[in-house]
């Protein structure tokens, strides 16, 4: 990419001259920031990824190996549990968090006075530091009769549970939290779309005799569409890197089953120290989002044309 | 994409607008009855889910280890202490952290402006041949997942190609990398490029170069957009946990995000829940005085998020 | 492996820094030219520490005194199974660096510490250290991959005020698993406490439960690192005693994800009322989480019926794999004058000892000795003045030093099979109907590939 705009060689020396007294010069001195910011810690790393995914490297000495690598990965048991997990995760965060921000955007929406302290509080959560969050709710997980759930689940007579203890029930622990800590952002989003529907709709649909129900049906939903599914795909992606809420809350545990993919990239690098392995699980993930992408890429142009 | 930010100004909620609900309905008893329990229910229930954890948090930190461990939902049986917030920062040295947390913030938000602007301008404004090329590569960053490059980029960070520095340890190693965001550039070349061209003409049949332009044009007229990029900088530089704690191996240079996870099991529990409370305080506090701009930020950011 | 006993052993190292500026400053050589061969090395206490940073620089510029020719920086890097790959990968592995016994024999696969076979001089400290426990840092081929400082074997750790709280006698700790099980039993009924407690997660749950192995009967692996032996009978017995305890007796509290710091944390409290553990946790658990050294019970590891012995552990030092030999001989140097002149020179020890009482550190902490028994008693008497250590509620504990036998960690892959014991142990304590000969034989597969693929 810089080689286009290096300085040409001598021979060209006029076209230089010209080219600098046409402003080209401090043109270039605008685009430095952005050329070595993103050349060196955005274009290079993904440039290197592919190299280096297909060597073994310890940085002393690096050898080629070819697609070693992701053989190692597709041969380590770990990888359909990191996989599962993930995808686990994936499903219960959308069945548990997508439907809850859509229903109170509506609600919220139809609210008067008392919109503006409701979309507060909504945000709220999302303004805690994620690791705030996850650690406080590790802290409300406490599986002894005490801990803070299990008080309130004492008041109806019911548990104590072990949470993040019970090997079934650890992954759906893990989505509560993360479910609170990012209901806030979609519901903010959506209440932004449900705000911007032409009343004109609305108006049209109650002339015609449509009750509450139909209008939310036939009006509301068609007109969230594709923010919906941009929602969702969106939720998808960020759902397959999760990484800080179980590495905190129960570092893989009980009995690996809250592995996830990225938690499984992290341990191959940071703690065996092999980084050929990890790039290629990377690559092998990013692939597949990157195969999301493209869906929310086509979404959104048919949404900026809508 | 972009329309998202465009499409979210004219989502500002305007109180007299109507929704599913008509005016014709909400003077029905049943209805205004029905809106009236729901919207009650609605906002209790988010007063419980959302404000519900900060003012436990409030109450765990200010009462003894014991008081908390065995009866969670006690209100200070044996008064307020506040001697936990004093020992967090005495003892713990908590100021550290969070002198660490506002360094790598400031720093983050310099560079990522400096990019930013300079490199929006030079894309929206100034547009050399090689524009095009650069905008593509930064529109393509957006559709290649992060995870892709985390370890090379680690790998890059200690040994910057050319140079061969290390910036394991040091700030930079956070600074640099989060400059590098497409995000905030995209913005700005939107932004910049709604600015009138004939205002640009005009300077420049004033005799204003490129230098000038930037400063007494571009720069003057777009404060909203770089509050609303300042504000998505700082927040995400906050939040930010898996990459310091790779690049900032040393404790004594870590931010709150890291230090707390290894503090969870090192201090007391009431302290602990101190220095969560502290973390968490002060970007509600500033949420509570920035509210719509927040919210405003966090639909242009959920729009973008690829 | 657990970042805290690092640290607490660089105070300890720091502290007997302000000795040697009494002792070895008189070495005066200096006519040579300066700074020929320049080292960093580790352990150097942080800035919240100041006297012991103070006393740690003190000790460097003696070093620096008595040998002209090298340089040495200090450094605060601390080994950190988060960190170490960084650090070295970044370049930044200080010349001298402690790490963990358990982690040397990955250090030695990876190749990431310098080879020392051929600059250990004969007449070196180095070479007089007890064989068992400089086992450690030797590769399978006989080389010298580093130098351990500091030694300590498994035992079993109790909260004394809890046993008398529970009307269990403080001095008279329980001798096999059935009495281990009855106390923690006792502990639960009459103090209401946690009675026994077991770490799970980042690879600590196997490595106790590999040296519980070891207390039964049985290694996890063959001797030459090529055969996992997983599924055998004391292993076996070991998880029946988690499963007893905890399902039977409900005297296992109720985390199940729990690392290193979470249990001494919760020893030191006086949550948990025994627990398997290095008995260096001393210094940790007395100096950093402040508990009363009186209340700091320490008991041999309980045997079962042809129990082979218990697991060491410690910290070696290292030396970074690109050092020059100059450096390498520096280093070796520095190793040597750091930690193994206290036990040859009776002014230094004592001047030691007087600066880490000062220190308010303990002097006389349960650790193994590194040499001959007759070299370590020799030490001892040379500081008894200084000794700030409840020694005689260990007694037990040394004696077993001298019978009870030390077993090496698992050959090959240890830290993979510690990683793969863990989710045994977490599956034991999570779930009331596992299958404990399922899961090891489960638990035997995974290493055994481990183990193939080298």
């Known amino acids: ?306 | 994409m972009t329309t998202a930010t465009t499409s979210r100004s004219r989502a500002e909620p305007e109180p007299s607008e109507r929704g599913i609900l008509s005016f014709l309905d909400r003077r029905r008893p049943t209805v205004r009855a029905a809106v009236g329990v729901i919207g009650t229910l609605v906002l209790a229930g988010l007063a419980i889910l959302c404000a519900g954890p900060l003012f436990w948090l409030f109450k765990a930190a200010t009462s003894t280890t014991t008081e908390t461990l065995s009866a969670p939902f006690s209100l200070w049986p044996s008064g307020i202490h506040w001697d936990s917030f004093v020992q967090v920062w005495t003892r713990v040295d908590f100021g550290r952290y969070f002198w660490n947390t506002l360094a790598l913030m400031a720093g983050s938000l310099c560079l990522g402006l400096l990019v930013a602007t300079t490199g929006g301008y030079g894309l929206a404004v100034l547009r050399p041949k090689y524009a095009k090329a650069v905008f593509a590569a930064i529109l393509a960053t957006l559709f290649i997942p992060g995870v892709i490059s985390l370890v090379a980029l680690y790998l890059t960070v200690i040994d910057i190609p050319l140079v061969h520095v290390s910036l394991l340890g040091s700030m930079w190693a956070v600074w640099l990398p989060s400059s590098a965001n497409a995000v905030n550039v995209l913005l700005m070349q939107r932004f910049f490029a709604n600015i009138p061209r004939e205002l640009f003409n005009a300077a420049r049949i004033d005799g204003a170069g490129p230098f000038r332009m930037f400063f007494s044009i571009v720069l003057p007229m777009s404060r909203p957009i770089i509050g609303v990029v300042s504000l998505l900088t700082l927040v995400a530089s906050y939040k930010e946990f898996l990459w310091p704690l790779l690049v900032l191996p040393n404790p004594q240079d870590q931010p709150i995000s890291v230090a707390l996870p290894r503090l969870q099991s090192s201090i007391d529990f009431s302290q602990f829940m101190a220095a969560l409370f502290i973390s968490v305080i002060i970007p509600v506090g500033l949420f509570l005085v920035l509210q719509r701009q927040f919210l405003q930020a966090a639909g242009n950011a959920g729009a973008l998020k690829g | 492996m657990p970042p805290t006993k690092v640290r607490t052993f660089a105070a300890a190292l720091s502290a007997s820094a302000a000795a040697f500026a009494l002792t070895t400053g008189c070495a005066g050589e200096s006519t040579s030219q300066p700074g020929s061969v320049s080292i960093t090395v580790a352990g150097q206490p942080t800035q919240e520490n100041p006297d012991q940073l103070k006393a740690f620089q003190r000790k460097i510029s003696d070093f620096t005194q008595a040998n002209p020719g090298v340089k040495v920086t200090g450094d605060e890097s601390e080994f950190d199974v988060n960190t170490f790959q960084a650090l070295v990968a970044g370049g930044k592995l200080p010349t001298v660096f402690y790490v963990p016994f358990t982690e040397m024999q990955g250090i030695i696969a990876r190749q990431q510490a310098a080879d020392l076979t051929g600059h250990v001089a004969a007449d070196s400290a180095v070479k007089r250290i007890n064989p068992s426990i400089a086992k450690v840092a030797t590769s399978q081929e006989n080389k010298i991959y580093g130098v351990p400082v500091q030694a300590y074997s498994m035992g079993l750790l109790y909260n004394r005020a809890l046993f008398t709280k529970a009307g269990l006698d403080p001095d008279a700790p329980p001798k096999t698993w059935d009495e281990v099980r009855a106390a923690a039993k006792t502990l639960k009924a009459k103090a209401g406490v946690q009675g026994f407690g077991a770490m799970t997660k980042d690879n600590t749950g196997g490595w106790v439960l590999t040296t519980m192995s070891y207390a039964y009967g049985s290694k996890i692996q063959s001797d030459d690192g090529k055969q996992a032996g997983l599924n055998n009978n004391a292993t076996r017995g070991a998880l029946e005693f988690y499963r007893a305890v905890r399902w039977e007796d409900d005297a296992f509290g109720s985390n199940f994800l729990v690392g290193y710091d979470d249990i001494m944390n919760a020893l030191a409290s006086g949550k948990v009322g025994m627990i398997v553990q290095g008995a260096d946790a001393y210094t940790t658990v007395v100096q950093s989480l402040g508990m009363k050294p009186d209340d700091f019970g320490l008991a041999p590891l309980p045997q079962a019926p042809g129990g082979l012995g218990t697991l060491g552990g410690g910290s070696v030092a290292i030396i970074n794999p690109r050092a020059t030999p100059e450096e390498i001989k520096a280093a070796l140097k520095w190793i040597d004058f750091a930690w193994f002149n206290k036990y040859t020179n009776e002014q230094a020890a004592v001047a030691d000892a007087k600066a880490v009482a000062a220190d308010k550190l303990p002097v006389g902490a349960p650790v193994l000795p590194l040499f001959e028994q007759a070299t370590n008693d020799r030490y001892l008497t040379w500081v008894k003045d200084y000794i700030n250590v409840p020694r005689e509620h260990f007694t037990a504990y040394f004696d077993s030093a001298k019978n009870l036998p030390l077993v090496p960690e698992p050959a090959a892959k240890a830290q993979e099979s510690y990683g793969i014991l863990d989710n045994v142990v977490q599956a034991v304590l999570t779930r009331r109907d596992a299958d404990i000969t399922a899961l090891l034989d489960d638990a035997q597969k995974k290493v055994q590939t481990a183990i193939d693929a080298g």
């Not at chain 1, 076209?15 to 402003?23: F, M, N």
């Not at chain 1, 979309?119 to 959560?125: I, M």
């Not at chain 1, 806030?184 to 959506?190: D, E, F, L, S, V």
């Not at chain 1, 049209?204 to 129900?213: F, I, K, S, T, Y």
């Open chain 1, 1 to 306: 990419m810089t080689d286009a705009i290096i300085t040409p060689k001598s021979g060209r020396s006029r076209r230089v001259a010209r080219w600098v007294r046409g402003g080209g010069l401090s043109t270039l001195v605008f685009f430095i920031p952005l050329l070595v910011s993103f050349g060196l810690f955005s274009w290079w790393p993904v440039l290197r990824s592919l190299l280096l995914s297909l060597q073994r490297t310890n940085f002393l000495t690096s050898e080629w190996v070819g697609l070693d690598n992701f053989a190692r990965v597709l041969q380590d048991p770990l990888l359909l549990t990191a996989v599962s997990n993930t995808v686990w995760f994936s499903v219960l965060a959308f069945v548990i968090g997508f439907p809850v921000p859509v229903l109170l955007a509506v609600f919220i929406a139809e609210l008067r006075r008392a919109r503006k302290i409701a979309s507060a509080l909504v945000y709220l959560p999302v303004i805690f530091p994620p690791v705030v969050a996850v650690l406080l709710w590790k802290a409300f997980f406490d599986p002894s009769p005490q801990g803070v759930f299990n008080s309130i689940l004492g008041w109806f007579n019911l548990g104590p549970v072990a949470w993040l203890n019970n090997g079934d029930l650890a992954m759906p622990s893990i989505v509560l939290q993360a479910t609170w800590a990012s209901f806030g952002t979609a519901t903010i989003i959506y209440l932004a779309t449900l705000m911007s529907i032409q009343t004109e709709l609305y108006d049209a649909a109650e002339a015609d005799g449509a009750g509450v129900l139909r209008r939310f049906w036939h009006i509301t939903l068609p007109q969230m569409r594709t923010v919906l599914l941009v929602m969702l795909l969106l939720q998808i992606i960020g759902t397959f890197q999760v990484f800080t809420e179980p590495y905190i809350m129960t570092n893989g545990g009980p009995e690996n089953r809250t592995v996830t993919i990225l938690m499984l990239i992290y341990r191959y690098a940071f703690i065996s120290g092999d980084y050929g392995r990890a790039t290629a699980l990377s690559i092998l993930l990013a692939l597949v989002l990157s195969a999301l992408s493209a869906v929310y890429l086509s979404a959104t142009r048919r949404w900026s044309t809508s």
